[in-house]
């Protein structure tokens, strides 16, 4: 069987990053998706690394040219997930594991909707998610109180998502993900479906 999809959304705090992180010796040959963006780096990011970064000229020509699974605009800039490094981790074998909000799924359940398998990863409460943002201090109070009104929003899309994973103990948050990283990789797609049928067939 080709690869498969995993998207992960959720509030900014939720834990997904860490979860992904202890999970990593446990899940098999994967490949992080790293999205592309038109903002300048930020200090210390690396251009493949922590983003694909590139000129909103073409950002633009690759959107024309359908060349992204998901794209939006925040902030005056684009973010999106180019379809060619996932494309070649599919026909690798490899788990895809997708980190991107609301929206981002939304489009690419349109694209590839009979390859992906999706969670939503959440503290408990809005009131713990409040005191991990604060916890951080890494964020000033106004972007605090905008990713509390994201994660307001982002929580009324819970029931577009496969799994829920409620990040109160980490340690069960990680066995939960590592118990789906397997689930995902046995969902085959129908065009994987179809091509293992015909080979079962030919079989005599």
Do not use: C
């Amino acid at each position: 069987m080709s690869g498969a999809i995993l998207i992960l959304s959720g509030p900014s705090g939720a834990g997904k990053s860490t979860i992904i992180q202890r999970a990593e010796p446990l899940i098999g040959d994967f490949y992080f998706s790293i999205s592309t963006t038109t903002r300048a780096p930020r200090e210390g990011e690396k251009n493949g690394v922590d983003y694909y970064f590139t000129d909103p000229e073409s950002f633009e020509r690759e959107i024309a040219a359908g060349e992204f699974l998901e794209y939006a605009r925040v902030h005056g800039n684009y973010y999106g997930t180019s379809l060619r490094p996932v494309r070649e981790a599919l026909e690798e074998g490899k788990l895809v594991i997708f980190d991107i909000d609301v929206q981002g799924h939304r489009l690419a359940r349109e694209r590839m909707g009979d390859r992906i398998t999706s969670a939503f990863i959440t503290p408990p409460s809005l009131d713990e998610l409040e005191r991990r943002l604060r916890s951080r201090s890494t964020d000033d109070e106004e972007t605090i109180q905008r990713r509390l009104q994201n994660a307001r929003k982002e929580i009324e899309a819970l029931e577009e998502y496969d799994y829920l994973i409620v990040n109160d103990d980490l340690d069960q948050a990680v066995e939960e993900f590592v118990a789906l990283a397997r689930t995902a990789r046995l969902k085959p797609g129908r065009e994987a479906a179809r091509e293992f049928r015909e080979r079962w067939n030919s079989l005599g």
